[in-house]
């Protein structure tokens, strides 16, 4: 008898040829599209793009696999969403950081719930759209590797999923290219083939987390209140209406008149401060990575690797120090705003060796 | 057609819907292709109005009404929703139970910023609503009493009669919802005093998108649906002819069925629990006194989603709670009333059998329920093992 595997679908195109795929290697497959939030609590005016959990992208994903012959259940996975993502989102910008929802959705979500639900379901291994590969190393084991499409790669995004998870987890698109994926839903006739691409996080559905924010949470923002904003000698030379709604790195919206275009650097939850600086200012070579999760087995002594401290860079060479459980990372080139509670991954050339949760922000 | 063809499956869903009857196909593909409007002047309009008046008598006799007293509609959910609005004001209230179906719950909340009171009367363990209970909730200012004949997750059976006497007795008003009662049970107005009842053509076999609502001649009566003059100026609307004439159809079918239908799903029933206890399964049958083709089984330490989804993947519809459209798992009210806890809710099933159902499917279902719950049972003792070592 075939393999059963589970596909999770979001109703968009890449997890529709991921289905396509699994079926075409012989699996028997079943579709599964988890419901992760209801529009009523998030709140906010759906765009376009948002794709994924709404009626809509439960109707796509349903339809595909109608199409494809396989049978289609929606999972509730509220609970856990609200309490692995939803809360750590809020907390983390409250904190003064910059938090990465999807890292945490795929760790705690699709490779931790849906596993437990895919072994009440009898299926042997899980797949998703991902843009990453799965491939056997040299030691036998699976490893976890960049996708072919460099643009698409999402290995960023997966660092936090159990290791064990690996040899039950199909990645059938890592080795194809976002226009072979269209090319081939298009082929098949599928209704998610022209399924516009989501980037927004999916649960701030107008892309608007300050929004977010004062809604949702709006008993902890009520103690966020206005600040200084403050240049690197600590003088204050202008204000803000709370620091959550600046991330490091951001340069509009700060309201400053200053000969030289400013950036947000740092945030100060205790002080109530932004400190802003040119941006020669923000590069930096150094920080402490926690909540490490190895995909690899965990190396101890120093190591170089290709580091990468946020989804839309292509990394540096950098160097690894552990101490206890947390890691030291000293880039060999500064990198530019280097910002907290955004993940770092690192690589060996395409494998990706683990990653972790940006601590502190130099030395 | 679709281009997707109907899963080869064993039904066993009749509470969430019934496979169309062949008989009924026929009837309605006949009188679709009349051209008539029934309000119309000229003979192609004569004969859908026949048509539609013989449809009407058909469901007045199953109900021991006359026909005027029938409004068709679009299904059971609207002649719940016509009911309350045009009867109940500022000041009323009314006694319901706890384990309605949606279609009166939410259009009974709906009054209560107009000041209308709803109370909800919780049913026994056994899923029963007790006429006593009813009656001690009464108020100086009940207007009416709402309770559902047959129960849609558990099949637990309301005594109508008993029911129609505490109103007839305190001088109110009575709805009962039917929806899951017509044709399962004897249905008569008269006998129960029934003021209103809501039924609907597809739990029998009829089209989807057909119902009707019984209102006793003489009582209030308000206009859901404000339009022309069809239905005895009770419901705007040009009259959906094909599917009334189908609706009536399966009326006249299962009334002759009846009797020995319900031996036979009497029959399915033993098997189905007699199986059940041979394959030593840990299981609780939720409610008592139910029709027999409804059974809510609740199984310890199993997900009732998960176990659905594995009975699909097997070949066998069936359900978890009632039918649900948004995804949401919430526990099911119905069984959180009964007393059940979260866990126990969200750990059952319902399977329900019907005309087509054959004893083969029966045993075929018993089967694979056995054969999927005994995994999940002893997956779940051994996790909680492991979980104790930890």
Known sequence: ?363 | MPDTPPPDQIYCDYAATAPLRPEVRETMHQAGQLPGNPSSIHQSGQVAKVLLERARQTAADALGAEPREIVFTSGGTEANNTVFPGLLGSGDHVVTSMTEHPSVQRPLERLEPLGVTVTQVAPQANGMIQAGDIEAALRPNTRLISVMCVNNETGALADLDALGDVASRHGLLFHTDAVQALGKTPLDVNRSGIHFLSASAHKIGGPKGTGLLYARKGTPFHNLIAGGSQENSHRGGTENVAGIAGFARAIEIATAEYGELHSRLIGFRKILLGDLDDGNLSYNVNGTGTIPGIVNLQFPGVNGQALVMNLDGRGYAVSYGSSCASGSSEASHVLLAMGLTQAEATSAIRVSFGYATTREEVLGVAAALGDIVGKLQSDSLHAGKEATVE
């Not at chain 1, 929606?74 to 309490?83: E, I, N, R």
Request: proline residues 5%; glycine residues 10%.
């Open chain 1, 1 to 363: 008898m075939s393999e059963r595997v589970v596909v999770a679908m979001s109703g968009g195109v890449d997890s529709s040829v991921a289905l396509l795929k699994v079926l075409e290697a012989g699996y028997e497959a079943f579709g599964v599209t988890m419901k992760l939030w209801e529009s009523r609590d998030v709140g906010g005016q759906l765009l376009e793009e948002s794709n994924c959990c709404p009626v809509e992208a439960i109707n796509m994903a349903r339809d595909v696999c109608v199409s494809l012959g396989v049978p289609h259940y929606t999972l509730d996975f509220q609970d856990v969403f609200k309490a692995t993502v939803i809360d750590n989102f809020v907390e983390e910008y409250l904190a003064g950081r910059t938090p990465n929802p999807c890292v945490r959705c795929n760790s705690y979500v699709k490779w931790d719930a849906l596993f437990d639900y895919a072994d009440q379901l009898g299926a042997d291994k899980i797949a998703t759209g991902h843009f990453a590969r799965i491939v056997t190393g040299p030691n036998g084991q699976p490893q976890l590797l960049r996708g072919v499409d460099q643009h698409k790669d999402q290995s960023y995004v997966l660092w936090g999923i159990p290791r064990h998870t690996l040899q039950r987890t199909l990645l059938p698109l890592g080795g194809m290219t976002k226009t072979q994926v269209r090319a081939l839903a298009n082929e098949a006739g599928l209704a998610t083939a022209n399924v516009p691409e989501s980037q927004a996080i999916c649960f701030v559905t107008d892309n608007n987390y300050r929004r977010f924010l004062s809604e949702h949470a709006s008993e902890q923002m009520a103690g966020v209140g206005p600040g200084s904003i403050l240049d690197e000698a600590g003088t204050e030379i202008g204000t803000h209406p709370g620091y959550v709604n600046y991330t490091v790195g951001q340069r509009r919206g700060l309201g400053l008149a200053s000969p030289e275009p400013l950036y947000v650097k740092k945030l100060d939850r205790e002080q109530n401060t932004v400190t802003v600086a040119p941006q020669a200012s923000l590069w930096g070579s150094q920080c402490q990575v926690q909540e490490l999760n190895w995909l690899v087995d965990p190396p101890s002594d120093p190591v170089t690797v290709h580091a990468r401290v946020r989804y839309n860079s292509t990394g540096a060479a950098a160097r690894l120090n552990f101490e206890d459980d947390t890691v030291e990372l000293h880039f060999e080139e500064p990198q530019l705003a280097i910002t907290a509670g955004q993940s770092a991954t690192f690589y060996e050339g395409d494998v990706l060796l683990g990653g972790g949760v940006i601590s502190r922000v130099g030395g």
